[in-house]
């Protein structure tokens, strides 16, 4: 098992899409070490950006990127860090 991961999920019309995501995560709640969630509370803005430090194998990584890509309004970006 690798913690090497950093996925981003920005999401648009965050009250819509929200249940949906919340639902995929806790799906892959074992590979989720750190997760840290921000949006704009002044103005309860519609986007909002989701931080996770994954932990897990390459598969279930792509695996839990895919589900994500799958939803409207969601955009995904990870990174690997580290040494190879």
């Keep these: 098992m690798e913690c090497n991961v950093i996925m ?5 019309m ?7 995501v ?5 799906d ?3 590979i989720i ?5 921000l949006h704009n509370v002044r103005d309860c803005a519609e986007e909002g950006l989701i931080i ?9 990584v792509n695996e839990l990127e895919n ?3 799958e939803l409207d ?7 690997k860090i580290g040494f190879e």
Excluded at 8 to 12: E, M, Q, R, T, V
Excluded at 52 to 60: I, M, P, R, S, V
Excluded at 73 to 78: D, E, G, L, P, Q
């Design 14 to 20: 965050r009250t819509n899409v929200a249940p949906d």
């Design 33 to 37: 070490d750190s997760r840290l969630g």
């Design 8 to 12: 981003s999920i920005l999401i648009d």
């Design 28 to 30: 892959y709640g074992c």
């Design 22 to 26: 919340q639902e995929i995560l806790t």
């Design 52 to 60: 996770l430090h994954l932990c897990g194998d390459e598969n279930q």
């Design 73 to 79: 309004r969601v955009s995904i970006n990870k990174m």
């Design 67 to 69: 589900k994500l890509n």
